[in-house]
């Protein structure tokens, strides 16, 4: 089955707690990309990665890092520099930055 | 940066009546997606449609370039067609830019 899968569907950060959030495709993509929502609200460029060990800042990458070691698999890493991590976070990817970009189920990030 | 508004921002419907939501952007571009989102959060493609007029059952999208606007019709509406419904744009780089969204309420 071809598609795009994140790991976990929730997960709950401690304070001060760093926390990775899980990204894998299958549809042989270049391009991945992080998106946050926040409710009632549309989504916000993380980070985003056109290849292979490259990636870069989106409008709201501060309190964020990311890797792109391996074509199928961008993870994000929320810091404990972010203050407010509660939010839906969706991970999509697309064949270039140019083309249609397709969506992971997304991952529900909670703040103890 | 590109701004994208969309209207209305909410919208309730009577299943079987037609709808059209509609998309401005403040600057050309190259790109423009129109997705639902369902109520568990999935994004789902409708229309890829930088410019021109595509049909995909009852759903149908146009979008008129040159005077900055998108529009996607939906009819013979159904309670499945529930969710929220957002525009996003690319100009010359490599970001999409998102609408803050219309809510579809479609009522049996």
């Known amino acids: ?112 | 940066g590109i701004q994208v508004e969309q209207s209305p921002p909410d919208l309730i419907l009577q299943e079987g009546a037609n709808s059209t939501l509609r998309c401005n952007f403040s600057d050309s571009v190259n790109n423009l997606q129109w997705f639902h989102q369902n109520p568990w959060g999935q994004l789902i493609n409708l229309f890829y449609i930088p410019s021109g007029t595509k049909q995909n059952g009852r759903l149908s999208a146009t979008t008129v370039a040159t005077e900055r606007y998108s529009l996607l019709y939906i009819s013979s509406s159904q309670t499945t067609d529930s969710g929220v419904y957002f525009c996003a744009v690319m100009t010359s780089g490599s970001r999409l830019t998102f609408g803050e969204g219309t809510q579809l309420t479609v009522n049996p």
């Open chain 1, 1 to 112: 089955d071809g598609g795009i899968t994140q790991s976990p569907k929730y997960l709950f950060r401690k304070e001060g707690q760093n926390v990775t959030l899980s990204c894998e495709q299958n549809l042989n993509h270049d391009a991945m990309y992080w998106y946050r929502q926040d409710p009632g609200q549309g989504l916000r460029l993380i980070y985003y990665s056109q290849i292979v060990n490259d990636f870069q800042k989106g409008d709201i990458a501060e309190g964020y890092s990311v890797s792109r070691e391996k074509k199928e698999s961008f993870p994000l890493t929320v810091t404990s520099a972010q203050k407010n991590p509660t939010a839906f976070y969706l991970c999509a990817s697309s064949r270039s930055t140019q083309e249609t970009q397709y969506f992971g189920p997304g991952t529900r990030l909670l703040v103890l």
